[in-house]
Every structure is written in structure tokens, then in C-alpha cells.
């Protein structure tokens, strides 16, 4: 219950590092390098407590040996994601933006608990599981649906194929990371490698995307509040811990319970329009939906 409860309180922080990173987009004037400027604070942060837990950001020829190549690429799962959600935002509006990467993530979440994809483990999917997700899903519904900003029309089902598709190459994150992490022994040697492979990626998008017009130097310059450089600390403490906590409780419940800290949290600042968002209504249907979802998660802790 504490792993959960910590959990949750990742879960919690996502709306923050959101509004932080929406403040540095407006600062450096692009979604792609103000990911970029993120990565790399976070980067640099997971270096210093790397370098502060083991002293060295070196790997031994046996650990390197021993780990499947993919598991060094977890931050490229996390990009994929980001990049997804930047995306669809113009076409499917806010709601369906959060809506299918959760479903995405719940999704591919219980087939990794059930088939120990990733050499995590294997969690039987029996009725009980199922009847967990369907109210763990309706929840989500419930919440999200309420929402203002959605998106209606034709042809928009491949746009929604690819949220749902960045909810799910997100998933396979924590149980990447989680095993690198086992062999590293440190989640946040783990969580740095999982940065660093990101901010390499992305660099190459940005270098290739704005060319000799991105000027790095200038951007980490710019004039901007202080907490608007938050997104990239919390991210690597986002991924240190789903690197630790993944191992501990399984890759489902790991997902479902940090989305309900991301659904408590985003009511919260709608109810009182913090960090700059607009003030809006929570209704009955939302606290509802938000008690559904924290039912779901007590009968997967059951399972």
C-alpha cells in the first residue's frame, strides 16, 4: 500500500510537469525543442544523482553483455508518446487526447502483466482482473468525457489509433527500465540512460527539423519562471520511480494507479484553476468516475 500510495503521488505530479512544459513552450516558441530543453534538464539531473549514488556513469562489460539491446531505449518509448500526444492534439481536441493514450496504456499495461512480455512478471488474467480493468476503464471515461475540447467528425479513427498506440509504446517503458535497472542495480542509473537515449533522438529530430535555426545556447538564456524548468525534474523522477516501483507491483497496476494520481490531480486544478489553467466545474460524474477508477485498483491489489 505505501508502493501504491507513492505511486499515486507520481501519478499526482504529471499535471505539474505538463503545466511547466506548456510554460516553456511558450517561452521557446516549439513543442519539440521545449521537449528537447526538458529532456536535457532532466538529463543533467539524473547525471548529478547518478553520479552522487554511484559515483560513475560507466557500465561493466558483463551488465552490457547481459541485457537485450532493447532494454537501453526505454526514454525512445517515453518520446514516442510525447510526440504522439503533440500530434493528435489538433485533431482530436484535449479530451480524446488524454482519453486514448490512457486506454492505450491500461491496455497494453495488463498484456505485459499477463504474458510477461519485457521479462517482467506474469500475472494471470482471470474474471477478477477483468472485472477491474472494465471499471478501471469506465472511470477513466467518466472522468475524461467530462471534459470540454473534444474533437468531432470524420475520419478521425486513425488519429485516434495512434493516441492509442502512444499510450501503449509508453507502457513498455517501466518494464524496460525496470529491467535495466535490476541489472544496473539503480533505478536512477537506469532512469539516466533512459533520458539520455531520448535526448539523443530528439536532438536529431530538432537538428534536423529547425536546422542552424535552433539555437540551444540562446533557449536554456531565455528569461522564464523558475518552475517552468520543473517538467524536466519531474520527468526523471517520474521515470526513476516507475524503473523501481514497475518490479514491485506489476506493470498494470503501476499504470492505473499513477493515472488515478493524473485524473485527482487534473480535477483538483480544473476545481480551482491552478497553474494558469482555466477554472471549470467538476461534477458529480467526475467524482464518480475518479471513485470507480480507485475501485478498479483495490481489486487489482486483490488479484
Same mark, same amino acid.
Request: some cysteine; overall charge positive.
Given at each position: 500500500?505505501?508502493?501504491?500510495?507513492?505511486?499515486?503521488?507520481?501519478?499526482?505530479?504529471?499535471?505539474?510537469?505538463?503545466?511547466a512544459?506548456?510554460?516553456?513552450?511558450?517561452?521557446?516558441?516549439?513543442?519539440?525543442?521545449?521537449?528537447?530543453?526538458s529532456?536535457?534538464?532532466?538529463?543533467?539531473y539524473?547525471?548529478?544523482?547518478?553520479?552522487?549514488?554511484?559515483?560513475?556513469l560507466a557500465?561493466?562489460?558483463?551488465?552490457?553483455? =547481459?541485457?537485450?539491446?532493447?532494454?537501453?531505449?526505454?526514454?525512445?518509448?517515453?518520446?514516442?508518446?510525447?510526440?504522439?500526444?503533440?500530434?493528435?492534439?489538433?485533431k482530436?481536441?484535449?479530451?480524446?487526447?488524454?482519453?486514448?493514450?490512457?486506454?492505450?496504456?491500461?491496455?497494453?499495461?495488463m498484456?505485459?502483466?499477463?504474458?510477461?512480455?519485457?521479462?517482467?512478471v506474469?500475472?494471470?488474467?482471470?474474471?477478477?482482473?477483468?472485472?477491474?480493468?472494465?471499471?478501471?476503464?469506465?472511470g477513466?471515461?467518466?472522468?475524461?468525457?467530462?471534459?470540454?475540447?473534444?474533437?468531432?467528425?470524420?475520419?478521425?479513427?486513425?488519429?485516434?489509433?495512434?493516441?492509442?498506440?502512444?499510450?501503449?509504446?509508453?507502457?513498455?517503458?517501466?518494464p524496460?527500465?525496470?529491467?535495466?535497472?535490476?541489472?544496473?542495480?539503480?533505478?536512477v542509473?537506469?532512469?539516466?540512460?533512459?533520458?539520455?537515449?531520448?535526448?539523443?533522438?530528439?536532438?536529431?529530430?530538432?537538428?534536423?527539423r529547425?536546422?542552424?535555426?535552433?539555437r540551444?545556447?540562446?533557449v536554456? =538564456?531565455?528569461?522564464?519562471?523558475?518552475? =517552468?524548468?520543473?517538467?524536466?525534474?519531474i520527468?526523471?523522477?517520474?521515470?526513476?520511480?516507475?524503473?523501481?516501483?514497475?518490479a514491485?507491483?506489476?506493470?498494470?497496476?503501476?499504470?492505473?494507479? =499513477?493515472?488515478?494520481?493524473?485524473?485527482?490531480?487534473?480535477?483538483?486544478?480544473?476545481?480551482?484553476?491552478?497553474?494558469?489553467?482555466?477554472?471549470?466545474?467538476?461534477?458529480?460524474?467526475?467524482?464518480?468516475g475518479?471513485?470507480?477508477?480507485?475501485?478498479?485498483?483495490?481489486?487489482?491489489?486483490?488479484?
Amino acid at each position: 500500500m505505501i508502493f501504491l500510495l507513492l505511486i499515486f503521488m507520481l501519478g499526482v505530479l504529471t499535471p505539474v510537469q505538463t503545466a511547466a512544459n506548456s510554460r516553456l513552450r511558450q517561452s521557446v516558441g516549439s513543442p519539440l525543442v521545449a521537449s528537447l530543453v526538458s529532456f536535457t534538464v532532466g538529463t543533467l539531473y539524473l547525471t548529478a544523482a547518478t553520479l552522487v549514488q554511484k559515483g560513475t556513469l560507466a557500465v561493466d562489460a558483463a551488465s552490457f553483455a =547481459s541485457l537485450p539491446w532493447w532494454a537501453w531505449f526505454g526514454g525512445v518509448c517515453g518520446l514516442y508518446g510525447l510526440t504522439v500526444n503533440i500530434v493528435i492534439f489538433p485533431k482530436l481536441g484535449g479530451v480524446q487526447t488524454a482519453l486514448m493514450p490512457m486506454l492505450g496504456q491500461i491496455g497494453m499495461g495488463m498484456l505485459i502483466d499477463t504474458f510477461g512480455w519485457f521479462r517482467s512478471v506474469s500475472y494471470p488474467f482471470d474474471l477478477l482482473r477483468l472485472t477491474a480493468v472494465v471499471m478501471i476503464l469506465a472511470g477513466v471515461c467518466m472522468v475524461v468525457l467530462k471534459k470540454g475540447g473534444n474533437a468531432t467528425g470524420r475520419g478521425l479513427l486513425p488519429w485516434q489509433l495512434v493516441g492509442i498506440s502512444g499510450g501503449a509504446v509508453f507502457a513498455m517503458q517501466p518494464p524496460m527500465n525496470s529491467l535495466l535497472s535490476a541489472e544496473l542495480m539503480s533505478s536512477v542509473h537506469a532512469a539516466f540512460f533512459s533520458f539520455l537515449s531520448a535526448t539523443v533522438v530528439l536532438l536529431g529530430i530538432v537538428v534536423a527539423r529547425h536546422g542552424d535555426r535552433c539555437r540551444l545556447p540562446q533557449v536554456f =538564456s531565455l528569461d522564464r519562471p523558475w518552475w =517552468s524548468w520543473l517538467g524536466g525534474l519531474i520527468g526523471g523522477t517520474f521515470v526513476t520511480g516507475f524503473a523501481f516501483f514497475a518490479a514491485k507491483v506489476g506493470v498494470g497496476l503501476l499504470l492505473v494507479t =499513477s493515472i488515478c494520481g493524473m485524473l485527482a490531480c487534473s480535477l483538483v486544478i480544473d476545481k480551482f484553476g491552478l497553474l494558469g489553467a482555466e477554472r471549470k466545474r467538476v461534477g458529480v460524474m467526475q467524482y464518480a468516475g475518479l471513485l470507480c477508477v480507485v475501485a478498479g485498483i483495490a481489486l487489482l491489489r486483490l488479484n
